[in-house]
């Protein structure tokens, strides 16, 4: 059944895609001023590339969520939103406010930037992903109280389902650890230490329970699978993720001034945070092969099959390449990290958003799914985006490998960008991988937009 206020969650869908376009021009941009020093210099920095491509990350990932979020709710509770106008007015409030920050980025220089945002009344500024100026970061605030007071009331006038309780408890708690952004110590040590409260916890905690509760919710839907069965994975997944995720936070403690006994529940606990990743592959394929109906919408089934393959890759057997204290050691802030990065992002959290608006934008527009033609273009999509970011993070992998022998590991260690020049072929290849991954990404797009024979949705 579909509900009139799940229409809200249009907009949000049509501005992550736009801002995930935009994530990446910008890191092509930077991945040309790797090998071409001086590309766009000055009009467009190194260091404000790189803000603006992880910043638009971060960005149109919460839009996505927010979106998925305002789909799947009023379908879960069997009841309307509780208020389609707020979740209106706070769209063009992030919007707004992401675009002007973006524009502050680039047009004025950010000690600048920080002067005229009011940075000395709370100094949060200066620290990766978490550059927003002040008011951006209000404003952020702003949004996701409205946003869950929204959600949560919907919740409780309505009915109430496992998977609903697994969203909320990942959106609170998205909302409660990024207040840690506005907590910046003097004490490096501290600093650092408190970062990761939002960045791990986020990306590696409750951003987990957020994947996990849309894959179930579309799993349901595309596979007729009993719900309970779902319940039940999805409540082992949320169970591991916490205990791994939580404490494997230690991971990032090894080196900056903590106690050394983090080397050891780092490096164990995050050695066991592949397993939720699995856990959710093989709930996928699991679901997908038990399935009592074919759902005419198989660009979302694959999108949801590819959500699990990649996450496990990306986030797990990537991530535990250089999880353990002993090899991060060599590997700490390579280009290891940065494959780690990558394929970790795509294939958990950009591909679960796709896979919503996959599932969603078409029934939004009246259709149980798209065209065949439509889908055909989408799974083509899939496919490019997916082997490109396979590529992206294999040519970074050695990059990173030949950076530790070069850098670090040799008994005549090179300096850095010595040993940068040398890796530049890594550079360039995935440099043209990210092209063909910007031209997936553009034939998504288009195939929204290509006409045939649509199945109407009942």
Partial sequence: MQYKSQAVAKPYFIAAIGLFVGQILFGLILGLQYVIGDFLFPAIPFNVARMVHTNLLIVWLLFGFMGGAYYMIPEESETELFSPKLALAMFWIFLVAGALTIVGYLTVPYAALAEMTG??????????????????????????????????????????????????????GLAVFFLFSFYNPVNVVLDKFFWWWTVHLWVEGVWELILGSFLAFVLIKTTGVDREVIEKWLYVIVTLTLITGIIGTGHHYFWIGTPEYWQWWGSIFSALEPIPFFAMTVFAFNMVNRRRREHPNKAAVLWALGTGVMAFLGAGVWGFLHTLAPVNYYTHGTQITAAHGHMAFYGAYAMVNLMMISYAMPLLRGRAANSNKSQVLEMWAFWLMTVAMVFITLFLTAAGILQVWLQRASDAPLPFMVAQDKIALFYWMREWAGVFFLIGLVIYIVSFFVGGEEKQAV
């Fill in 119 to 172: 940075n000395n009344l709370i100094e949060t500024m200066g620290r990766e992903f978490l550059e927003q100026p002040l008011p951006t970061k209000l404003g952020i605030v702003v949004v996701a109280l409205a946003f869950l007071f929204n959600i949560t009331m919907t919740v409780l006038k309505g009915k109430k389902t496992s998977i609903s309780l697994v969203l909320l408890i990942g959106l609170w």
